[in-house]
């Protein structure tokens, strides 16, 4: 199935080309690189660079929302350039797709995927996990947690209404059952 929004293809403009200067070219900033004004606005909302999360927690934060939202297109898409290089396990990984009770989670990593599922089923928190939070995370860090989610969430809506099939090479997302 082709994307519902076919990708720009090269030569692409300034903006566009400085950009994908320094990025691979996914089918998402190909399809979004079909105007300069979106592309830019979407990729200057990048939380990729290093911040007040682990580069282990920022990724676990993408995988989770990306596989509870159901995005093969994104989850693939980390799994392959980003997983290896934070250390995460081939059980780990799987479990990124696992409802949360599977027990393979601790500390930190816990509260994280604790967190997404939260927001995935409301955009409330309850104030003692809140509080679990606080104790475990500065504001600025649990401002970034809530902007990857966030963020991660939006390009979940992109990848699945855009209908973008998985780069090559990329694993599938694991389904249960």
């Known amino acids: 199935m082709q994307s519902r929004i076919a990708p720009a293809e090269a030569p692409w403009s ?11 070219h996914l089918l998402l900033f190909r399809v979004l690189a079909r105007d300069d004004r979106l592309f830019a ?23 989770t929302v990306c596989a509870r939202n159901g995005s093969d297109y994104e989850w693939g898409v980390h799994v392959q350039l980003l997983a ?46 809140w509080a ?14 809530l902007l990857v989610i966030g963020k991660y969430r939006q390009v979940c809506i992109l990848t699945n209404a855009l209908r973008l099939e998985p780069e090559a090479g990329t694993p599938a997302l694991p389904r249960p059952g």
Not at 41 to 63: K, W
Not at 108 to 128: G, K, N, W
Not at 132 to 145: H, T, V
Request: aromatic share 6%; charged share 30%; with cysteine.
């Open 14 to 24: 300034p903006i566009v080309e400085k950009r994908l200067a320094t990025l691979p």
């Open 41 to 63: 606005r979407f990729m200057d909302g990048g939380l990729l660079d290093r911040g007040h999360l682990s580069l282990r927690e920022r990724e676990l934060t993408i995988l």
């Open 84 to 129: 290896e290089a934070v250390g995460f396990t081939a059980a780990e990984i799987a479990a990124t797709g696992a409802p949360f009770d599977t027990g393979i989670w601790r500390g930190r990593d816990a509260l994280i995927v604790r967190l997404c599922d939260a927001l995935q089923a409301s955009s409330e928190l309850e104030e003692d996990f």
């Open 132 to 145: 679990e939070l606080r104790a475990e995370f500065s504001e600025m860090a649990l401002l970034e947690l």
